[in-house]
């Protein structure tokens, strides 16, 4: 329709009109045709702030944001507008960093944001797990007297708890002036991967008594607190109560939560016997969820079944066969190892490297398993960690191979689990902060069990409290203890 009418506009001699033109552009960018939009931008006579900001949204728009950045940089006048559209295409496209870089470019020109640019920047820090810039985001918010209304009070919100601070996640919810479905969702999704299953009930149960309709996503957090928390039967209740009350069919995501609850719980036959009888196919995420409960209760059997199907439904998924590994070398089947390497090879699936993020004076550092060059700091670190090692060793550490990958010595697969992105983390994080601070981690991947068991105990010897968000919930780490009471 819209290349139609720009045939009539032809036929009738609008196309040098600068806002039929304008129109073009936009209408072309907004429907992915970026080319065409570019073609009559770059005929256009006269351009004004409108043809530029319509090129930078479509090329936004199409995942292309180096170029976006290009002709935002080239453009001879910006307005607010422009500013909010280049730094929502940053958030939407996961360059969380350069959206908090132009933030600040913004801030240094003189441009003062209003609330939808804040969403985006507040957003960015949410991805990241940067409190320290979500706090002074959150600050430029309150000092702006920007009206906070419900996205971005729920930006807020999830900024918070994505950031470890449920607590003021709790505060700014309790502060909103309005609520609705999706807000209460979010605190309660919140508190459900910090460990506050009961908390979360009491939200829920609140949200229905105040006569919020919950959606679907409602249910998918509480059913994750009930699986997060062990509530076994208490989940299972709200997941039938879910349509009988409520007229919500199960989704994907639900009977996810269900598999997960059942697999975490250690009824790993239950599990199974529910994926049976779905009436739908099950999908990755579902048989991933039950085969890491095989991976916690080291049932081979069990996992060789769900491995297979996971494998027909994600073949290029690397995690799945990194998982299913390890159950293997859990069990000592090395040949079975090395027939799933060669079904890697086969299918060329590579495993990604996982890595992990802290904030430290307003800056993002990101270190990757086994990174020894990239960090200009590597070697302080390396001594760092010797020194931590050493401590915790003095009150029994061993070092937990189990999760190594390969058939290696054990020596090797030590050397192999103290590279793992997260410990580089945490020991930069005890060198650039005083005794007693909070140490922030945001990983991409499961914290796996000799993480987990090392964390433990630096909280222990340093007497310090760490918080790691792993893919699926937040750790909380203090004085040798861990907040999902080593239950993930």
């Not at 036929?11 to 065409?36: K, P, T, W």
């Not at 985001?137 to 950031?163: P, Q």
């Amino acid at each position: 329709m819209g290349e139609q009418t720009h045939s009539q506009i032809v036929r009738f001699g609008f196309q040098n009109d600068v806002y039929v033109e304008n129109s073009l552009v936009h209408m072309y960018a907004n429907c992915g045709f970026i080319a065409a939009a570019g073609r009559i931008f770059g005929q256009m006579g006269f351009r004004d702030v409108v043809s530029w900001t319509s090129m930078v949204a479509g090329y936004c728009k199409c995942g292309m944001v180096e170029n976006a950045r290009e002709m935002f940089d080239e453009m001879p006048h910006r307005n607010l507008f422009t500013w909010s559209i280049m730094i929502n295409g940053y958030a939407k496209n996961n360059c969380f960093e350069k959206a908090i870089d132009l933030f600040e470019f913004m801030k240094r020109e003189g441009v003062v944001a209003n609330e939808t640019v804040m969403v985006s920047v507040i957003s960015s820090c949410a991805h990241l797990g940067a409190l320290e810039f979500g706090e002074r985001a959150y600050e430029y918010v309150v000092k702006s007297h920007m009206t906070v209304n419900l996205i971005l009070g729920t930006a807020l919100v999830d900024m918070f708890w994505r950031c470890g601070d449920i607590e003021k996640a709790i505060h700014v919810f309790e502060g909103l002036p309005e609520t609705d479905s999706l807000s209460w969702s979010s605190i309660i999704k919140g508190l459900a991967v910090h460990g506050h299953a009961h908390k979360a009930m009491h939200y829920f149960s609140q949200m229905i008594s105040l006569g919020f309709i919950p959606r679907d996503v409602t249910f998918t957090a509480v059913l994750s607190a009930c699986s997060h928390g062990g509530l076994v039967e208490k989940g299972l209740e709200i997941y039938e109560n879910m349509k009988k009350d409520h007229g919500i069919e199960p989704r994907l995501e639900h009977y996810g939560c269900i598999v997960d609850m059942l697999g975490r719980a250690g009824k790993l036959a239950e599990a199974e016997n529910f994926i049976l009888k779905m009436h739908v196919k099950p999908n990755a995420p579902i048989l991933g969820a039950l085969l890491g409960a095989c991976k916690i209760y080291k049932n081979t059997e069990v996992a060789e079944r769900v491995g297979n199907m996971l494998i027909k439904v994600k073949p290029e998924h690397s995690g799945y066969y990194v998982l299913l590994s390890n159950i293997y070398a859990c069990a000592g089947q090395w040949d079975k190892i090395e027939s799933l390497r060669d079904m890697m090879k086969e299918k060329l699936v590579k495993k990604p490297p996982g890595w992990s993020l802290i904030e430290i004076d307003g800056k993002i550092n990101k270190f990757t398993m086994g990174d020894d060059q990239k960090h200009p700091e590597m070697g302080k670190i390396r001594r760092k960690w010797e020194e931590i090692l050493g401590k915790i060793r003095l009150i029994g550490y061993k070092g937990n191979t189990g999760d190594a990958f390969f058939d290696v010595d054990e020596e090797e697969k030590e050397s192999s689990i103290h590279m793992h992105s997260e410990k580089l983390a945490i020991a930069y994080g005890m060198m650039k902060t005083k005794p007693g601070t909070t140490i922030r981690i945001v990983k991409n991947l499961r914290v796996c069990e000799d993480c987990h068991t090392v964390t433990k105990l630096i909280s222990e010897v340093y007497g310090r409290e760490l918080i790691v968000r792993d893919r699926n919930r937040f750790h909380h780490f203090r004085n040798g203890v861990c907040s999902c009471r080593d239950y993930w």
